[in-house]
T-cell receptor, first 113, second 113 residues
Protein backbone atom coordinates (compact mmCIF):
# COMPACT_ATOMS: atom_id res chain seq x y z
CA UNK A 1 0.00 0.00 0.00
CA UNK A 2 1.19 3.51 -0.81
CA UNK A 3 -0.55 5.13 2.21
CA UNK A 4 -1.10 8.87 1.76
CA UNK A 5 0.31 10.36 -1.43
CA UNK A 6 0.73 14.07 -1.97
CA UNK A 7 1.66 15.83 -5.19
CA UNK A 8 3.53 17.92 -6.06
CA UNK A 9 6.40 17.87 -3.54
CA UNK A 10 7.50 21.40 -4.42
CA UNK A 11 5.69 24.29 -6.08
CA UNK A 12 6.45 27.94 -6.73
CA UNK A 13 3.58 30.28 -7.55
CA UNK A 14 3.21 33.94 -8.31
CA UNK A 15 0.82 36.04 -6.29
CA UNK A 16 -2.70 35.68 -7.66
CA UNK A 17 -2.18 32.31 -9.32
CA UNK A 18 -4.37 29.37 -8.42
CA UNK A 19 -3.43 25.74 -8.02
CA UNK A 20 -4.57 22.45 -6.59
CA UNK A 21 -2.59 20.30 -4.19
CA UNK A 22 -3.46 16.65 -4.63
CA UNK A 23 -3.92 14.12 -1.86
CA UNK A 24 -4.87 10.47 -2.26
CA UNK A 25 -5.03 7.58 0.19
CA UNK A 26 -5.48 3.89 -0.50
CA UNK A 27 -6.44 2.75 3.01
CA UNK A 28 -10.20 3.33 2.66
CA UNK A 29 -10.06 5.96 5.40
CA UNK A 30 -13.17 8.01 6.05
CA UNK A 31 -11.36 10.96 7.57
CA UNK A 32 -9.00 13.20 5.63
CA UNK A 33 -7.55 16.56 6.52
CA UNK A 34 -5.19 19.30 5.37
CA UNK A 35 -2.70 21.08 7.61
CA UNK A 36 -0.18 23.81 7.00
CA UNK A 37 3.09 24.13 8.90
CA UNK A 38 5.01 27.37 9.01
CA UNK A 39 8.71 27.43 9.98
CA UNK A 40 9.32 26.47 13.60
CA UNK A 41 5.63 26.06 14.29
CA UNK A 42 3.11 23.33 14.76
CA UNK A 43 0.44 22.25 12.31
CA UNK A 44 -2.70 24.27 11.78
CA UNK A 45 -5.83 22.60 10.44
CA UNK A 46 -7.15 24.08 7.20
CA UNK A 47 -10.07 21.82 6.22
CA UNK A 48 -11.17 18.30 6.96
CA UNK A 49 -13.63 15.70 5.71
CA UNK A 50 -15.36 12.85 7.54
CA UNK A 51 -16.47 11.13 4.34
CA UNK A 52 -17.25 11.56 0.66
CA UNK A 53 -19.38 14.64 0.11
CA UNK A 54 -18.76 16.03 3.62
CA UNK A 55 -16.22 18.77 4.36
CA UNK A 56 -15.79 21.32 7.10
CA UNK A 57 -13.52 24.18 8.04
CA UNK A 58 -10.58 23.97 10.37
CA UNK A 59 -8.62 26.69 12.14
CA UNK A 60 -7.33 28.59 9.08
CA UNK A 61 -9.70 27.98 6.12
CA UNK A 62 -9.59 31.38 4.42
CA UNK A 63 -8.13 31.31 0.91
CA UNK A 64 -8.56 27.55 0.51
CA UNK A 65 -11.28 25.32 -0.92
CA UNK A 66 -11.74 21.57 -0.68
CA UNK A 67 -14.07 18.94 -2.05
CA UNK A 68 -14.42 15.21 -1.42
CA UNK A 69 -16.07 13.46 -4.32
CA UNK A 70 -14.49 10.08 -3.57
CA UNK A 71 -13.22 8.34 -0.44
CA UNK A 72 -9.70 8.25 -1.86
CA UNK A 73 -9.10 11.85 -2.92
CA UNK A 74 -9.12 15.15 -1.04
CA UNK A 75 -7.67 17.99 -3.14
CA UNK A 76 -6.86 21.41 -1.67
CA UNK A 77 -7.37 24.43 -3.92
CA UNK A 78 -5.67 27.76 -3.49
CA UNK A 79 -7.98 30.26 -5.14
CA UNK A 80 -5.65 33.25 -5.48
CA UNK A 81 -2.25 32.59 -3.96
CA UNK A 82 -0.78 35.11 -1.52
CA UNK A 83 2.73 35.27 0.02
CA UNK A 84 1.13 34.48 3.41
CA UNK A 85 0.28 31.03 2.02
CA UNK A 86 3.95 30.14 1.68
CA UNK A 87 4.16 27.07 3.86
CA UNK A 88 4.52 23.30 3.94
CA UNK A 89 1.21 21.55 3.45
CA UNK A 90 0.44 18.12 4.86
CA UNK A 91 -2.45 15.86 4.06
CA UNK A 92 -3.48 13.25 6.61
CA UNK A 93 -6.05 10.49 6.88
CA UNK A 94 -7.56 8.41 9.64
CA UNK A 95 -9.78 5.36 9.86
CA UNK A 96 -12.51 6.79 12.08
CA UNK A 97 -13.62 10.43 12.06
CA UNK A 98 -10.23 11.52 13.38
CA UNK A 99 -10.62 9.40 16.52
CA UNK A 100 -7.75 7.13 15.55
CA UNK A 101 -4.17 7.90 14.59
CA UNK A 102 -3.42 10.05 11.58
CA UNK A 103 -1.35 8.85 8.66
CA UNK A 104 0.52 11.71 6.99
CA UNK A 105 1.71 12.36 3.49
CA UNK A 106 5.26 13.58 2.91
CA UNK A 107 4.20 17.18 2.37
CA UNK A 108 4.15 19.86 -0.32
CA UNK A 109 6.50 22.80 0.04
CA UNK A 110 4.79 25.83 -1.49
CA UNK A 111 6.39 29.21 -2.11
CA UNK A 112 4.32 32.17 -3.25
CA UNK A 113 6.34 35.04 -4.67
CA UNK B 1 -5.15 29.73 19.95
CA UNK B 2 -4.14 26.10 19.56
CA UNK B 3 -5.62 23.42 21.77
CA UNK B 4 -2.34 21.80 22.76
CA UNK B 5 0.73 23.61 23.98
CA UNK B 6 4.01 21.78 24.54
CA UNK B 7 6.58 22.57 27.14
CA UNK B 8 9.50 23.08 26.84
CA UNK B 9 9.77 24.52 23.34
CA UNK B 10 13.28 23.11 23.04
CA UNK B 11 15.19 20.48 24.99
CA UNK B 12 18.82 19.37 24.68
CA UNK B 13 20.04 16.33 26.61
CA UNK B 14 22.93 13.88 26.61
CA UNK B 15 22.53 10.56 24.86
CA UNK B 16 21.33 7.97 27.32
CA UNK B 17 19.41 10.43 29.49
CA UNK B 18 15.63 10.54 29.72
CA UNK B 19 13.62 13.23 27.96
CA UNK B 20 10.30 14.51 29.26
CA UNK B 21 7.93 16.72 27.30
CA UNK B 22 4.64 18.12 28.50
CA UNK B 23 1.43 19.06 26.74
CA UNK B 24 -1.43 21.13 28.12
CA UNK B 25 -4.81 21.55 26.48
CA UNK B 26 -7.93 23.58 27.10
CA UNK B 27 -11.13 21.67 26.38
CA UNK B 28 -12.54 18.17 26.80
CA UNK B 29 -10.91 15.52 24.65
CA UNK B 30 -11.60 12.03 23.39
CA UNK B 31 -7.94 11.17 23.02
CA UNK B 32 -4.49 12.68 22.97
CA UNK B 33 -1.82 11.64 20.52
CA UNK B 34 1.92 12.20 20.23
CA UNK B 35 3.73 12.50 16.93
CA UNK B 36 7.37 12.80 15.90
CA UNK B 37 8.68 14.86 12.99
CA UNK B 38 12.21 14.51 11.73
CA UNK B 39 13.62 17.54 9.99
CA UNK B 40 12.03 18.06 6.58
CA UNK B 41 9.74 15.05 6.90
CA UNK B 42 6.11 14.31 7.59
CA UNK B 43 4.75 13.39 10.99
CA UNK B 44 4.85 9.87 12.36
CA UNK B 45 2.38 8.66 14.96
CA UNK B 46 3.96 7.51 18.23
CA UNK B 47 1.19 6.74 20.67
CA UNK B 48 -2.50 7.44 21.35
CA UNK B 49 -3.99 7.59 24.84
CA UNK B 50 -7.72 7.76 25.36
CA UNK B 51 -9.44 9.97 27.89
CA UNK B 52 -10.26 7.02 30.16
CA UNK B 53 -6.62 5.91 30.29
CA UNK B 54 -4.00 7.31 32.65
CA UNK B 55 -0.79 5.78 31.36
CA UNK B 56 0.42 3.98 28.28
CA UNK B 57 3.74 2.43 27.25
CA UNK B 58 5.27 1.67 23.88
CA UNK B 59 8.87 0.53 23.87
CA UNK B 60 10.96 3.36 25.34
CA UNK B 61 7.96 5.70 25.35
CA UNK B 62 5.73 6.36 28.32
CA UNK B 63 2.74 8.66 28.07
CA UNK B 64 0.60 9.86 30.95
CA UNK B 65 -2.69 11.72 30.82
CA UNK B 66 -4.28 13.74 33.60
CA UNK B 67 -7.70 14.91 32.42
CA UNK B 68 -8.33 16.82 35.66
CA UNK B 69 -5.29 19.00 34.93
CA UNK B 70 -5.78 18.84 31.15
CA UNK B 71 -2.20 17.77 30.67
CA UNK B 72 -0.11 14.95 29.27
CA UNK B 73 3.55 14.04 29.34
CA UNK B 74 5.75 12.05 27.01
CA UNK B 75 8.81 10.35 28.49
CA UNK B 76 11.51 8.92 26.25
CA UNK B 77 13.87 6.73 28.22
CA UNK B 78 17.51 6.01 27.38
CA UNK B 79 17.58 8.56 24.57
CA UNK B 80 19.45 7.92 21.34
CA UNK B 81 20.78 10.22 18.63
CA UNK B 82 17.96 9.02 16.37
CA UNK B 83 15.43 10.51 18.81
CA UNK B 84 16.49 14.00 17.70
CA UNK B 85 13.29 15.43 16.22
CA UNK B 86 10.32 17.65 16.97
CA UNK B 87 7.54 16.15 19.04
CA UNK B 88 3.92 17.27 18.86
CA UNK B 89 0.86 16.50 20.88
CA UNK B 90 -2.53 16.47 19.18
CA UNK B 91 -5.96 16.40 20.77
CA UNK B 92 -9.12 14.83 19.44
CA UNK B 93 -12.44 16.34 20.57
CA UNK B 94 -15.28 14.43 22.21
CA UNK B 95 -17.05 12.09 19.80
CA UNK B 96 -20.16 14.24 19.60
CA UNK B 97 -18.22 17.27 18.41
CA UNK B 98 -16.74 18.14 15.06
CA UNK B 99 -13.79 15.95 14.25
CA UNK B 100 -10.94 18.42 14.44
CA UNK B 101 -7.56 17.12 15.53
CA UNK B 102 -5.58 20.10 16.73
CA UNK B 103 -1.81 20.13 17.12
CA UNK B 104 0.37 21.99 19.56
CA UNK B 105 3.45 23.98 18.65
CA UNK B 106 5.90 21.20 19.44
CA UNK B 107 9.05 20.49 21.41
CA UNK B 108 12.37 20.37 19.55
CA UNK B 109 14.47 17.63 21.10
CA UNK B 110 18.22 17.45 20.47
CA UNK B 111 20.27 14.51 21.69
CA UNK B 112 23.97 15.27 22.21
CA UNK B 113 26.37 12.38 21.56
Amino acid sequence: NAGVTQTPKFQVLKTGQSMTLQCAQDMNHEYMSWYRQDPGMGLRLIHYSVGAGITDQGEVPNGYNVSRSTTEDFPLRLLSAAPSQTSVYFCASSLDRGLEKLFFGSGTQLSVL
Amino acid sequence: SQQGEEDPQALSIQEGENATMNCSYKTSINNLQWYRQNSGRGLVHLILIRSNEREKHSGRLRVTLDTSKKSSSLLITASRAADTASYFCATGPPYSSASKIIFGSGTRLSIRP
